[in-house]
RNA sequence: GCCUCGGUAGCUCAGUGGCCAGAGCGGCAGCCUUGUAAGCUGUUGGCCGCGGGUUCGACUCCCGCCCGGGGCUCCA
């Protein structure tokens, strides 16, 4: 995911490339049919992804769902001390996004990728990088001093390929996966480009590449990344049927592979959008993305994989084949869950989506700042509340107490703004009782049972997800407003 | 970066070339002692985005800049 074509190529090049480039649906029955004779019905997510649509006007005279969002949960906002495209993030947001974190580190790790560390910053003078570098002129936020000139880093890609440059490696040890997590990568996006999570100039991307003896090797991996990033889109929260496949290749490179890249749509599901050069202009000979399509209709990539057949070469990282001859191997480079900011973003927008189809909005459980809100009746009540929160807090579930002197209704009213997903009154009627009244978000209803029963629905619900602490005070009463 | 729309109280927004610039929410104080989506009263609060210009006078008109939305199909 390390370059980006915009970027790669100069405005003649571009031009050229356009030419040469043909789009195509590539159907279940493994058609390729060109994007304006497809029929879309029943596609509408690929309709749009495909930019094939008929209302030719897509101005779009709104600020995205999920920027509003992202302010009125108190999770992310602009920095305008900062570059634009460089946000903050408050306590409840920096739970979430370290839970996200922290989960896909996790998958990866699963996967077998080696997790490393790598400079954000690298020196443009740098004789391999310069290569590298001059593809990508204007776009890298640069830092001098002295006589040198870095840049910042718009992937994890240069690290871990001069870590492998550096590296003994046989064949006996290929797949070789590497991973970091890029905190932050880097892209001086256009000005105008730049919208809520969706587009930034400095996010986090997971970037685990797979260093491969050879094509055959490449595509099984690839085959296995493919379930590693289902995997991980899933367990954040998303539907397969809520993305649209791109791939990207080469004429030659189809040809020569067709059942292995009709297999991957088979395994989407669904149609996919191929962009297929005469040539190959790019260090990669096949990319797949898969995009979310938001409520305003804008589609962007989240997880991506890539078969680079470039980067071995140009980096110099060798492997000892079997019949002690050095070769260069063929890297994958992937992102099982894209740009956690862009989770974020993918996960409010289909909030706002649910919510014109009448679902109350909400995140996943595990993701929610708070899981649990207690609400004593009056100040009598504080402590029970209190001894209840403690009480689930100890068994890793996120409890906090509504200790305002407010009326019930209005506590009531505010935890369900916050999208709480379970709400518990205490007054006279609780005290000493077992079950308690909770009040479910998902269908709105109130269920009957005791602390315990709660504190083990919430764990089966977020079994295998990571755990965080409350991000705020238990007593809501001591908290600050960061927003509104 | 270019085109376009916007920036007024912590938030959402109203307003006029001229008295002290407004509302709701929030914050704070007090009352109420609350039972499943907003209890009542009072009070606080604004270089009207920043800089410059026009004018007797600018929040209002003009220019520049900054920040945000949308577009220029770009990607994670």
């Not at 922290?102 to 790790?109: A, E, L, N, P």
Request: proline share 5%; aromatic share 10%.
């Amino acid at each position: 995911m390390s370059e980006k074509r915009e970027e790669v190529v100069s405005e003649a090049l571009k031009a050229e490339e356009e030419q040469r480039s043909s789009w195509h649906i590539l159907t279940l029955e493994g058609d390729l049919v060109p994007v304006d004779e497809f029929n879309y019905k029943g596609y509408k997510g690929l309709q749009t992804f495909s930019g094939y649509e008929v209302d030719k006007d897509r101005t779009v005279n709104q600020v995205p769902p999920h920027v509003t969002l992202m302010k009125s949960l108190e999770l992310v906002d602009y920095e305008p001390a900062s570059d634009p495209g460089n946000m903050r993030y408050y306590p409840k947001g920096r739970m979430m996004k370290a839970l996200l974190e922290d989960y896909v580190t996790g998958m990866i790790h699963d996967y077998g990728g080696m997790e490393v560390e790598t400079p954000i910053m690298y020196n443009m003078n740098h004789p391999t990088l310069a290569n590298y570098l001059n593809r990508f002129p204007a776009r890298q936020y640069t830092i001098e001093h002295d006589d040198d000139k870095y840049f910042l880093r718009f992937a994890a890609c240069f690290g871990q390929f001069l870590m492998a440059h550096d590296a003994t490696i046989s064949y006996r040890d290929l797949p070789l996966r590497i991973y970091e997590l890029t905190k932050y990568s880097f892209r001086r996006e256009q000005r105008g480009e730049l919208v809520g999570l969706r587009r930034l100039r400095t996010f986090t991307m997971p970037d685990v590449h797979a260093m491969c003896r050879d094509l055959p090797q490449a595509k099984k991996e690839f085959k296995r990344r493919y379930k590693l990033v289902r995997d991980t889109l899933g367990g954040i929260g998303f539907e397969n049927d809520e993305f649209e496949l791109g791939i990207r290749t080469t004429e030659e490179f189809y040809k020569k592979n067709k059942r292995f890249i009709q297999s991957m749509v088979k395994q989407h599901g669904k149609p996919a959008l191929v962009e297929m050069w005469k040539e190959r202009f790019f260090y990669f000979v096949l990319k797949y993305e898969l995009n979310f399509i938001d409520a305003l209709g804008k589609a962007s990539a989240l997880a991506t994989d890539q078969i680079d057949v470039e980067n071995g070469e140009r980096y110099d990282i060798t492997f000892m084949e079997e019949d002690g001859h050095e070769k260069h191997p063929l890297i994958l480079h992937c992102s099982p869950s894209g740009a956690i900011e862009r989770d974020i973003y993918a996960l409010l927008e289909k909030a706002h989506m649910g919510m014109a189809k009448g679902v109350r909005p909400s995140l996943p459980l595990w993701l929610a700042p708070t899981q649990v809100r207690m609400i004593p009746v009056n100040e009598g009540h504080v402590k029970l509340a209190m001894d209840y929160a403690k009480k689930l807090s100890g068994g890793k579930v996120r409890a906090d107490v509504d200790d305002r002197g407010e009326t019930v209704q209005k506590k009531i009213r505010d935890a369900e703004k916050e999208w709480i997903p379970y709400i518990v009154v205490l007054g006279e009627r609780e005290v000493g009782a077992e079950k308690v009244p909770v009040r479910v978000r998902s269908d709105g209803k109130l269920h009957k049972m005791s602390l315990k029963e709660l504190g083990s629905e919430i764990k089966k619900q977020v079994r295998g997800k990571p755990y965080r602490p409350l991000p705020l005070p238990m007593s809501v009463q001591g908290r600050p407003k960061f927003v509104g």
